[in-house]
């Protein structure tokens, strides 16, 4: 007999905490894109703050079902 040693470890580790733009909406796309910008500026304080905004605007108005 086998035992199931599988851990199975999530995949997604990188977007963990972030929320993730919904595809179609151009204020998660615009969130988004200001993310990466302040990302690539090495801005953490703005990266917080869009994740902040993106995070509250997801749970607005994409609620998951
Ligand atoms: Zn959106």
New binding site residues.
Partial sequence: MIEPTQTSPSPTVSTDSEPR??PG????DNIAHERDRARANRDSDLVRYCNDR?RR??TS??PTR
């Avoid at 909406?25 to 998660?28: A, D, R, V």
């Fill in positions: 733009p919904v909406c151009y204020l998660c993106m605007h997801v108005q994409h």
